[in-house]
């Protein structure tokens, strides 16, 4: 991974712009949860839009449209792709928040401590979201109902508590760095900027969504005894909060696309460097190399 123009176009062999593969990471999911639920819809239409009481919902949970075939193969295909690059994100968060730290001074061992373990945090709640949208999507509800509720669970709250982390170091870090000029590009400020405020916003959203899902969730259970439609209309609440809260968290990783908008990756030839590396030296410089390699010897 580097800045772009650090490698010629001429050592390249691909050269990936990390705002293009994002979008290719967040359309991933999205596309294929609109996919599997219009496929679930028309294949699978008695499973998915019944409850577990008995009473039928006016939408299907997330979890049953994903947990029948042929939606869920389509749902699996999609998180197959988008879950790797994922790994290279969070290694790019953790470089750039390491890299703002040393930076930055702090009089406060305390606060450099506490902003350094922030940084390790943010990235195993990264990780563990990752690990757990894995999980959910490859163990169905109705495969292993206990397991994958878990897994449900190992998501919403490490992709709550990424999100915080995140943008508690966005405010530390690189707000901080901004306010002391050592971000000099205006276009940078911007992006980071903007970057800040719609994380914060789909963060907000997303948070109150999921106090809503909490509460569907709540009434669902407390009243599924009584069997008098209820627990339909509150499952269905519960489901749609799900779709709405999945759209938030791939808009909240779309902001990537600013954080890291000057990078790109690329694969280049070891060899065809060296060799280029060689030509562009001059014959004096190549003559003091050979010399100091003799009086080595």
């Known amino acids: ?55 039928r919902n006016f939408i299907p949970s997330f979890s049953s449209v994903i947990g029948v075939s042929p939606g869920k193969y389509i749902w699996r295909m999609a998180i197959a792709f988008h879950c790797f690059p994922r790994f290279l994100i969070a290694s790019l968060y953790h470089n750039q928040f390491k890299t703002c730290l040393s930076k930055l001074k702090y009089n406060s061992q305390l606060k450099y401590f506490i902003l350094k373990q922030l940084i390790s945090l943010n990235t195993f709640f990264e990780l563990c979201e990752v690990f757990g949208l894995i999980l959910l999507s490859y163990i169905s509800s109705k495969e292993n109902y206990s397991l994958h509720e878990k897994a449900f669970i190992i998501f919403m709250l490490s992709s709550t508590f990424r999100m915080i982390t995140c943008l508690i170091l966005f405010r530390h870090l690189l707000y901080k760095l901004w306010l002391n000029n050592e971000i000099d590009e205006k276009n940078k400020k911007f992006r980071f900027q903007t970057s800040y405020q ?81 030509f562009m030296k001059s014959e004096e410089e190549i003559e003091n190399e050979q010399q100091n390699i003799s009086l080595s010897r």
């Not at 679930?40 to 998915?48: A, D, N, R």
């Open 1 to 55: 991974m580097a800045n772009r123009n650090e490698i010629t176009p001429s050592e390249s062999v691909v050269r990936i712009s990390i705002p293009y593969l994002t979008n290719f990471i967040v359309s991933l999911p999205f596309f294929g949860m609109v996919a599997s639920f219009i496929a679930s819809v028309l294949f699978t239409k008695e499973q998915i839009f019944e409850s577990e009481c008995g009473s």
């Open 198 to 278: 719609w994380k914060m916003r789909l963060f907000c959203s997303a948070f109150i969504f999921s106090l809503l899902l909490i509460i569907a969730y709540i009434r669902h259970t407390s009243k599924c005894s009584n069997n008098v439609g209820q627990p339909s209309t509150a499952w269905s609440y519960f489901s749609a909060c799900e779709y709405i809260i999945c759209c938030l968290i791939m808009g909240y990783h779309a902001t990537v696309c600013w954080d890291f908008n000057h990078f790109e990756l690329t694969i280049y030839n070891k060899t065809t460097a060296k060799l280029n590396y060689e």
